[in-house]
């Protein structure tokens, strides 16, 4: 035995991740098989693609694991550079239909 003891997860829970995985991806496949089309095609592929990196993150990058102080300095400052960007799209679609509005006359 080392003097270091370490922490082990059950391979199980590994093996149920990989299958959830597999099944998500079997799913988004699925999407584009079944010829979905439009604003419920972008927002079935972002979920499926979402879901399928909360998992890898939690389970296979131990995140799931550690202290939440941890997990606040991962990703707080992830959140909120993604709220700065999705205000600023809704920024810039203003000041484009602004523009279209006003001065394609």
């Known amino acids: ?5 370490g922490q082990q ?3 199980g829970i590994y093996l149920k991740i990989w299958l959830l995985l597999f099944v998500l991806s079997t ?3 699925l999407v584009d098989f079944f010829h979905v089309e439009g604003y419920l095609r972008w927002t079935l592929i972002l979920v499926f693609m979402f879901l399928k990196a909360g998992f890898i993150i939690a389970i ?3 995140v799931a694991w550690e202290r939440l102080a941890l997990k606040y300095v991962l ?3 992830l959140s909120a550079v993604a709220i700065l960007i999705i205000l600023m799209a809704v920024e ?3 000041t484009f239909l602004t523009r279209h509005l006003y001065f394609d006359r």
């Not at 035995?1 to 003891?5: F, K, L, N």
């Open 1 to 5: 035995m080392s003097a270091t003891a």
């Open 9 to 11: 997860h059950p391979i």
């Open 27 to 29: 799913f988004s496949y």
């Open 60 to 62: 296979f990058m131990h």
């Open 75 to 77: 990703f707080l400052p």
């Open 92 to 94: 810039g679609d203003y």
